[in-house]
């Protein structure tokens, strides 16, 4: 009998290289999910090609020609409600959300940030990690609640920073890594692995209290 597949619907701002690693995944039988959309904010975004390759429909909503974040909001909030998704994967979006629409998908809104939160919220996050001298950089999937780049975090993984990194090469193995652990943390949703009602994060029915590590390409607790 063929898998039960979680459906999902994927917002992106840009290149889409962690929208990319999904759709792979998918094709490689290692996330049983159906990507029903990808919704885009700007009209240019490179994601918008990887999506339409693949066949999976797109929609731009371009937050410019709308008044004020609660009615792009409540736009986006149209074109997803119809399709019923198991998940909101914010995969590279640049814009903050209101308070609404996170209400609206508490429970099914991930994201994932390139730094190990809360460590380094908001832009320049490479340079950042860089600047400061930190020996470990990475980045973090978690569920969304109403701060910026904040919610209970899933899995982290970690990146050496090197003496020679700059924030492009720092970003490039970061990214490198989000490519894995975000379809990672999607196939513990599909397995029933991991639930979050709003509140509790739950792995094989425990509270998980603290992120999983994603280190030397090996998951840890
Ligand atoms: C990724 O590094 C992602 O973590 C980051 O934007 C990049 C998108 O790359 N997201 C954020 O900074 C959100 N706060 P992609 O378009 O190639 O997936």
Do not use: C
């Not at 609660?70 to 308070?99: C, E, H, K, W, Y």
């Amino acid at each position: 009998m063929a898998k039960k597949k979680i459906s999902l619907v994927v917002l992106i701002s840009g290149g889409g290289s962690n929208l990319q690693a999904i759709i792979d995944a998918i094709k490689n039988q290692q996330l049983d999910a159906e990507i029903k959309t990808v919704i885009s904010n700007q009209v240019t975004a490179g994601g918008l090609d990887r999506a339409a390759l693949a066949d999976i429909e797109t929609h731009v909503v371009d937050h410019k020609q709308f008044p004020d974040r609660q009615t792009f909001d409540r736009a986006l909030v149209n074109i997803i409600d119809p399709l019923r998704p198991d998940l909101v994967v914010l995969a590279g979006f640049m814009r903050i959300l209101s308070d609404g629409f996170i209400d609206h998908f508490h429970d099914r809104l991930v994201n994932i940030h390139p730094s190990l939160l809360p460590k380094y919220k908001g832009l320049n996050t490479h340079q950042m990690a860089i600047d400061n001298h930190d020996a470990v950089h990475g980045a973090s999937v978690h569920y969304v609640s109403h701060e910026l780049d904040s919610g209970p975090i899933v899995i982290q993984a970690e990146v050496p920073v090197l003496d020679s990194d700059d924030k492009n090469s720092l970003a490039s193995r970061v990214l490198e890594q989000e490519h894995k652990i975000y379809p990672m943390m999607l196939q513990m949703v599909a397995d029933g692995r991991l639930t979050f009602d709003g509140e509790q994060l739950n792995l094989d029915n425990k509270p998980l209290h603290k992120p999983l590590l994603w280190k030397n390409n090996k998951l840890s607790t």
